[in-house]
């Protein structure tokens, strides 16, 4: 925590403690998340806003018993404040000194499919190169609230909704059609995307719609499908379509081994999903979390021959 004082402007000091607190409760939207970040009681969270605001002759925040609302004036504080708070504690953590050692618990959630494919051998290097760093990884297929369930760090996929984390992109994958050379040997032949109508389909889906939409360059197409199996569990579709039990839509990285081993054969080749995004994303009030970025740096370098970089935005 920030113990001094800097100089706002005609010799006026302000607590850095206060603001950096108020900028975890901006960041957290409730004095209850905040108080539960910061470890302390929610109403020395609510007294300290309150000598903020003193100090500055401003309402920071609109209170009600569930939330906070920033205020105009509010928000003006917290974009002038956010980038130099964070400059300052980095400033201070470089001074610290590099060969500070690595510990404590790093807590991540991320989707199941993705961790018992990708994350073994990136939790073996982190784990090798810092022995004390404790890593606790939770996996879930619902959207986790980072701040109230005290994550570290999230890896997710899709559209990134939330615009107060921060994100570092790691890349994006599609999903291609695959089936088994047993399954292909026995079956009609497939050129076209409307062959697929004779063949059994493994159905890897959520919504319960049996149709594929694909894209061949620019041009978008439906596809109806006819599926034997339908499951939300994409190692189970894979496992299906190993078995020679139809063709299946998956995303690419998933099948990277099959197609080297010669498994599985990729079908109709120029048909694939639009492409998903993949992220590393976390709250900005844990910009500076030295183990995190030692985690990102490790498991970006990995992820990398799974998702190809990004060329449609900035990382």
């Not at 980072?146 to 999230?154: E, I, K």
């Not at 059609?177 to 032949?189: C, V």
Request: glycine letters at 4%; charged letters at 25%; aromatic letters at 8%.
């Amino acid at each position: 925590m920030w113990t001094d004082c800097i100089i706002l402007s005609n010799n006026v000091f302000m607590d850095l403690n206060l603001i950096t607190l108020y900028l975890t409760l901006v960041e957290a939207g409730s004095f209850t998340k905040a108080a539960k970040i910061l470890k302390q009681p929610k109403s020395t969270v609510s007294r300290r806003v309150a000598v903020l605001e003193r100090e500055l002759g401003v309402t920071l925040l609109y209170r009600t018993t569930r939330q906070v609302q920033i205020t105009p004036a509010g928000l003006e504080f917290y974009e002038s404040c956010r980038h130099q708070v964070l400059g300052l504690q980095k400033a201070v953590e470089n001074a610290k000194g590099a060969t500070e050692e690595i510990q404590g618990t790093l807590r991540i959630t991320a989707v199941e499919d993705i961790v018992s494919s990708l994350f073994a051998p990136i939790l073996i290097e982190v784990k090798k190169k810092y022995p004390k760093l404790v890593i606790e990884v939770n996996t879930s297929q619902h959207l986790v609230d980072l701040v109230r369930d005290g994550f570290d760090l999230a890896l997710r996929i899709g559209n990134l909704k939330d615009s107060s984390l921060m994100r570092r992109s790691l890349g994006q994958f599609s999903s291609s059609l695959f089936a088994s050379p047993a399954y292909l040997k026995k079956s009609h032949p497939v050129k076209k995307l409307s062959d697929l109508r004779d063949h059994k389909a493994i159905g890897f889906q959520a919504s319960g719609e049996n149709v594929w939409i694909l894209k061949n360059g620019k041009k978008e197409e439906v596809i109806e499908i006819f599926p034997s199996f339908t499951t939300n569990t994409p190692k189970l579709a894979l496992e299906l379509a190993l078995t020679g039990h139809g063709v299946v839509l998956l995303p690419e990285w998933l099948c990277q081994d099959a197609l080297k081993s010669g498994k599985l054969i990729r079908i109709l080749e120029n048909y694939k999903t639009a492409p998903t995004d993949v992220q590393f994303v976390w709250p900005a009030h844990r910009e500076q979390n030295k183990k995190m970025r030692a985690f990102i740096d490790i498991a970006a370098n990995k992820l990398t021959k799974y998702f190809p970089a990004n060329t449609s935005s900035p990382l």
